[in-house]
């Protein structure tokens, strides 16, 4: 699945955004392979990660696997153990701690809700946090909370494969990354307008 192929135009930058996925296996084994990635001002950054799910209650998956981050300074690897699966009233939810070199450790959290406005029209709102237990530097990372994602998605399912969608989404640096970011005079926040397409094979 092709969740986002985006582009996004906000105050302080423009670019492409993706965010996808792909599984082999059955319902109690999988393999998956997830990566996001964003293009801006000729820049590329993003992450890649290759895990090995397995079901452990209905509708929970434990994973566990490598992530790989590149872009916005020196990449990094990390080891991950994680859930996905769904809530009481259906929120999907995605969790991950990672343990890198160094002694650098870092979470991950998101959700996200479907709301079935018509049998097409679907609205999705998310929400995503970033945690990271010692301050990276080189690659403007202070340690606590880093980061924090809001988005809400319309999109139109013109066949369930192919749906076309508008959003908007905000974004805020937290704590010491904010403060990281301010000292290098670049954005603590910002607010883009998105325009894409959900995909799915």
Do not use: C
Request: no cysteine; proline share 2%; aromatic share 10%.
């Amino acid at each position: 699945m092709l969740d986002r192929l985006e582009g996004f135009d906000g105050l302080d930058s423009s670019g492409l955004n993706m965010d996808g996925s792909v599984w082999i296996g059955t319902d109690f084994n999988k393999l998956w392979l997830k990566a996001e990635a964003e293009r801006s001002a000729g820049q590329s950054s993003g992450r890649a990660e290759v895990l090995w799910s397995h079901a452990v209650a209905a509708f929970w998956d434990l994973q566990t696997g490598v992530r790989h981050d590149f872009g916005g300074g020196p990449s990094r690897q990390w080891a991950v153990l994680g859930v996905q699966g769904i809530t009481p009233y259906w929120f999907n939810v995605e969790a991950a701690v990672y343990v890198g070199a160094a002694g650098r450790t870092a979470a991950r959290a998101r959700g996200e809700y479907t709301v079935r406005i018509t049998q097409r029209a679907i609205l999705t709102p998310e929400v995503e946090v970033n945690a990271y237990g010692k301050s990276d530097l080189a690659r403007g990372i202070g340690t606590g909370f880093s980061d924090a994602r809001l988005g809400l998605r319309l999109r139109y399912e013109i066949r369930r494969e192919f749906a076309p969608y508008i959003g908007i989404t905000w974004a805020r640096k937290l704590g010491q990354t904010a403060t990281l970011a301010r000292q290098q005079n670049a954005a603590r926040s910002e607010r883009q307008i998105v325009a894409g397409v959900r995909l799915w094979f």
